[in-house]
């Protein structure tokens, strides 16, 4: 996609994750919205409320994103055939406290690493999706491409070299695990570009984000089955939010409360949906009952994702200091105008905030058509 958009209008931004964390979390999550189907008395009752569901809909489901738009249906389908297969079978007196390998219930992960589905889309996916190599990019030879990485592993390391080179000409890279500071240096590097868009867009005429109660209500419904991310806070509250001159620490503290109410939202969803496929549990305490040699297979199958995840460790850490750089200079600057005599400061805080408007208009011009992806 960035290949049909103009380089000098287009900024990106990316957050990477821990390449083992991420293939858990794909195990994990995938499992966890195909379990929220199994309300439904067999495969193809809900596979058809599915489809009905998500055409009544204007919210986007988790269906309809890269990679769970493949990954979902896949333990969708052998979620259902576990469970009639247990349903023929009868009561059995099988015990695992091992919440990943409990293939009476879900697919153990260790089969889940080593299906090919697994190793089209999961493995290395991060490098991939920088590189534009996914099953869901418009290059059309990207399949052939990432195929014969596959059977010549070598061929990996020139994927490798152009993610990385991407990684550097980002306008940012945050790291999940770093999520706190990830977001404030987010806020820092281009909050105020951020803020100011919302401001004029939240300030044109006749726009209305309300929505009606019965819309609301109706997709409240759809969500425990769909996942529809439209049921987040409402976009009129960050209309409401944003009708100011809002400053970086302001726009961190509406972050952080709508964080909140998110991960809030999804710990319930995540414990109700869950309890379908009881007794197995996926936490931080169940993964560290996962054999040692199993993580070290993970991390082999994603060799690729674990050295970019270290080079954008790098660029997050000279991100860091230069946004400290930034802040303390900005300190400075005031404690010197602080000592100096009324008469100066009042001169020397007219030409700067002259100067500062003068810069204003010259990059806001350059930047008003400016599209982030």
């Known amino acids: 996609m960035m290949s049909k958009l103009p380089k000098e209008k287009t900024s990106v931004v990316t957050i990477l994750r821990n390449p083992i964390d991420r293939v858990f979390s794909t195990y994990e999550f995938s499992v966890e919205v195909a379990a929220r189907f199994l309300v ?7 596979t058809h409320m599915a489809g009905r569901l998500r055409s009544k809909t204007n919210g986007v489901s988790t269906l309809d994103i890269w990679p769970w738009k493949y990954l979902v249906p896949w333990m969708r ?5 576990r469970r009639d297969a247990r349903t023929r079978r009868g009561p059995t007196n099988y015990q695992n406290n091992d919440s990943y390998n409990m293939e009476d219930t ?13 190793h089209d889309i999961i493995h290395n996916g991060a490098t991939f999706q920088v590189a534009g190599l996914t099953n869901n990019s418009y290059f059309a030879e990207s399949h052939e491409v990432r195929h014969c ?41 281009v909050g105020s570009q951020i803020i100011s868009q919302l401001v004029t867009s939240s300030s044109k005429p006749g726009v209305s984000h309300n ?30 939010t944003f009708n100011k001159n809002m400053t970086v620490g302001e726009l961190m503290e509406a972050y952080e409360s709508c964080i909140s109410s998110l991960r809030k939202a999804q710990s319930r969803r995540r414990i109700s949906s869950l309890k379908r496929i009881s007794p197995a549990n996926f936490s931080k305490e169940a993964r560290l009952k996962v054999p040692e040699s199993l993580l070290q ?42 000592s100096l005599p009324g008469w100066e400061f009042l001169s020397i805080a007219i030409f700067s905030l002259l100067l500062l408007f003068l810069v204003y208009q010259y990059v806001n011009a350059r930047r008003t058509s400016k599209l982030k992806v």
């Open 77 to 81: 389908e052998d979620l259902f055939a």
């Open 106 to 118: 879900v697919m153990p992960l260790h089969e889940y690493i080593n299906d090919p589905v697994a």
């Open 297 to 338: 297979q993970i991390a082999s199958l994603n060799r690729l994702d674990i050295e970019l995840y270290k080079h954008a460790q790098s660029i997050f850490a000279q991100q860091h200091k230069h946004v400290e750089q930034k802040l303390e200079m900005n300190k400075g600057m005031l404690k010197n105008l602080e």
């Open 211 to 240: 929505k009606s109660g019965s819309d609301s209500n109706n997709k409240n419904q759809q969500n425990d089955v769909l996942d529809n991310t439209s049921g987040t806070p409402s976009s009129g509250n960050v209309s409401t």
């Open 149 to 189: 990485i596959q059977l010549h592993q070598s061929l990996g390391e020139y994927v490798l070299k152009v993610a990385k080179k991407r990684l550097d000409n980002m306008l940012y890279v945050g790291l999940t695990e770093d999520h706190r500071e990830s977001a404030s240096m987010f806020a820092n590097v």
């Open 40 to 46: 439904h008395p067999n495969l193809t009752s809900a």
